[in-house]
C-alpha cells in the first residue's frame, strides 16, 4: 500500500489544467490590493508619483512576480494588509533597480532605451530610484518581520551583485552560464523572495521558505526567459539590444550554443568595431533566424519550471494551489 504522504505527492503532481485569466480572476481581489499598496506606499506628495506607479504596474512580469507572493501566501492563510505591503516592496525594489541600472552618458543612448529614465532623465532617475529604495525599507522596517526584512534586504543585495556581474564584461560576448548568474540576482531573486516572505509571513520552519525561495528563483528565470523568447518577435528591439550592449539570453545562446568557433570570432570582430552598423546587426538578425531559437530558449524556460515544481513537490504541505505557476503558458 502506497503511504499518505506517497498519495499526496502523486496527488500533486497532477496539475489541474488552467487558464491565465482564470487565474488573474481568481486572484484580482487581491491583485488589486498589492496595486493599490503600490500606489498608497509612494505618496501622492512625491513628483511624478502617478507616473512612477503605472510603470511598476504596466508589465506582465510584475503580475507573475506578485502571484508567486499571493499564492505562496496562500498556503498557509489568506493574504494580508502585510502580504500586499510586502507585495509593494518587491516592486518599488524592482523599479529601483531599473532606474539605477540604466543611466547611460550620452544623450543617443537616452533616446534609444524605452525605460524609466526616457521619461524623467538621468538626474532624477537616480534619485527616485533612491526613494524607491529607501521607501522598500522603511515599509519592511514596518511590518516588523526580521526574516521578511533579512530576505528582502539579502535579494537586494544581490540585485546589486548582479548590475556588478553584467558590467564585468561585454554582454555580447557573455556565456549563458554568465547570464543566469545575472539575471538571477537582479531579477529572479525578487521571485524567490517574495515566495520565502510568505513563507515567514505564514509562520513556516526555514527548510520551508528555503525551498519556496527556489521554487520562486526558477518561475522568475522562466519569466525572463519567456520574456526574451517574445523579443525575438522585433526585429527592432533586437536591433537596440545589440546597439546597447544589452545582456540578452538570444544572444548568449546564438554565440555559444549554436554557431561554431570560426563564425562566432568572426562576429565578434566586427561588434569590437562597430555595434550600429546596419550590415552586422542585419548579419545577426538573419543568424537568428537561420539557427531558430525559439525551440532551445523555451526549452531553458521549461526546464525551469521543471525545477521550480520540483521544489513544490518536496514540500509537506498541499501545494497544489500554486502549482499551475509551473506552467509555461501560465508565467
Request: proline content about 2%; hydrophobic content about 40%; aromatic content about 8%.
Amino acid at each position: 500500500m502506497q503511504s499518505f504522504h506517497q498519495q499526496q505527492f502523486e496527488s500533486k503532481d497532477r496539475i489541474e489544467d488552467i487558464s491565465f485569466e482564470t487565474i488573474r480572476k481568481e486572484n484580482k481581489h487581491f491583485l488589486e490590493q498589492v496595486q493599490n499598496a503600490v500606489k498608497d506606499n509612494i505618496g501622492l506628495s512625491l513628483p511624478f508619483s502617478s507616473e512612477i506607479a503605472n510603470h511598476i504596474l504596466l508589465y506582465d512580469k510584475v503580475l507573475t512576480r506578485t502571484l508567486v507572493l499571493l499564492k505562496s501566501a496562500c498556503l498557509f492563510d489568506k493574504p494580508d494588509k502585510s502580504v500586499f505591503d510586502i507585495g509593494s516592496t518587491l516592486e518599488l525594489l524592482n523599479a529601483a533597480s531599473n532606474l539605477h541600472q540604466h543611466i547611460k552618458s550620452t544623450e543617443k543612448s537616452r533616446s534609444i532605451q524605452k525605460n524609466y529614465k526616457n521619461i524623467w532623465g538621468n538626474e532624477v532617475s537616480v534619485l527616485l530610484g533612491d526613494y524607491l529604495l529607501s521607501t522598500s525599507f522603511q515599509i519592511l522596517t514596518k511590518l516588523g518581520n526580521l526574516d521578511v526584512l533579512e530576505c528582502i534586504s539579502l535579494a537586494t543585495k544581490n540585485i546589486s551583485h548582479g548590475q556588478v556581474l553584467e558590467i564585468s564584461e561585454s554582454n555580447h560576448f557573455a556565456t549563458i552560464k554568465h547570464w543566469r548568474k545575472v539575471i538571477r540576482g537582479k531579477f529572479a531573486g525578487l521571485f524567490g523572495a517574495g515566495a520565502q516572505s510568505a513563507a515567514y509571513w505564514g509562520g513556516a520552519d526555514n527548510l520551508t521558505a528555503s525551498i519556496l525561495f527556489s521554487f520562486g528563483e526558477h518561475v522568475g528565470m522562466a519569466v525572463q526567459l519567456k520574456t526574451d523568447l517574445n523579443d525575438l518577435r522585433n526585429e527592432n528591439l533586437i536591433k537596440q539590444k545589440i546597439i546597447n550592449n544589452e545582456l540578452w539570453s538570444p544572444i548568449c545562446f546564438l554565440f555559444h550554443e549554436c554557431m561554431p568557433d570560426t563564425q562566432r570570432l568572426e562576429i565578434s570582430k566586427k561588434l569590437q568595431n562597430e555595434f550600429e552598423d546596419p550590415e552586422i546587426l542585419n548579419e545577426i538578425i538573419n543568424l537568428i533566424k537561420e539557427y531558430d531559437l525559439t525551440d532551445i530558449i523555451k526549452s531553458e524556460a521549461e526546464h525551469e519550471l521543471k525545477l521550480a515544481k520540483e521544489c513544490l513537490l518536496n514540500l509537506k504541505i498541499d501545494t497544489r494551489p500554486i502549482l499551475p505557476l509551473t506552467q509555461f503558458k501560465i508565467i
